[in-house]
């Protein structure tokens, strides 16, 4: 099974609203990383899990706050976000967080500010 | 530092010819280069990777990659495209000291039938 799974694939949210982003992985993964897509673009790194713990933050505006309840879960909490925030959201895993490891994505959450 | 360059923003290719798309890069230490390849509204999905030993790469769908030391370069190629592979491909480098994964800015394949 190489599948991330992220849930919901759509999220329409108003700038007050708190919303959660999910994600799931069961191939054992101890890396897990968030990312935002913008139309055309490719995928910027956001934050980064290494064996539940986080090791990357790229500087993410606290609006966005992540959580990895475990290493087969990921969660990105969403708060008074802005519409320059919509975006394609992505998960992906990774074996370890050694540089020779491919990464797999989720399909993403397309998500639209109002 | 490290980077990732796509010359080619559109690359249009007959069914049935060979394809490249191009991809060069910029590292400090020894470069782990990868490819995905992005559908529409759809998240990435690997091909193949570089790590060491052989410069051909084989990976997923009858892709290739050629990795050229001397020309800083790993290049996606297929003897034969297919409509279907018809897509976004982006070529990416990991950074030698952490998990952070560079992409290069994508190349839209384009397969005329």
């Known amino acids: 099974d190489t599948e991330v799974t992220q849930t919901p694939k759509h999220l329409v949210m108003g700038m007050t609203n708190k919303k959660s982003l999910k994600c799931e992985q069961h191939?054992?993964?101890?890396?897990m990383y968030w990312y935002k897509q913008k139309a055309k673009k490719p995928p910027e790194l956001m934050f980064v899990y290494s064996y539940e713990k986080l090791s990357i933050n790229e500087s993410v505006p606290s609006r966005f706050s992540p959580e990895c309840p475990n290493s087969s879960l990921l969660n990105l909490h969403l708060h008074a976000l802005q519409p320059e925030d919509s975006a394609l959201y992505l998960c992906a895993s990774s074996q370890g967080g050694g540089r020779f490891h491919e990464q797999y994505f989720g399909p993403g959450t397309r998500l639209t500010v109002t | 530092a490290q980077s990732v360059a796509q010359p080619e923003d559109q690359v249009n290719v007959a069914e049935g010819n060979p394809l490249t798309v191009k991809c060069t890069y910029s590292v400090s230490g020894n470069p782990y280069l990868f490819w995905y390849v992005q559908y529409p509204n759809r998240g990435l999905q690997f091909l193949l990777k570089?790590?060491?030993?052989?410069?051909l790469v084989k990976g997923s769908y009858g892709f290739e990659a050629e990795f050229n030391k001397s020309q800083t370069s790993f290049h996606l190629k297929k003897p034969s495209a297919l409509v279907s592979d018809s897509a976004l491909y982006f070529c990416?480098?990991?950074?030698?000291?952490?998990?952070?994964?560079?992409f290069g800015t994508g190349t839209r394949l384009t397969v005329i039938p």
């Open positions: 191939m054992g993964h101890r890396a």
């Open positions: 990416a480098v990991r950074d030698g000291g952490a998990n952070n994964l560079f």
């Open positions: 570089y790590i060491t030993g052989d410069n």
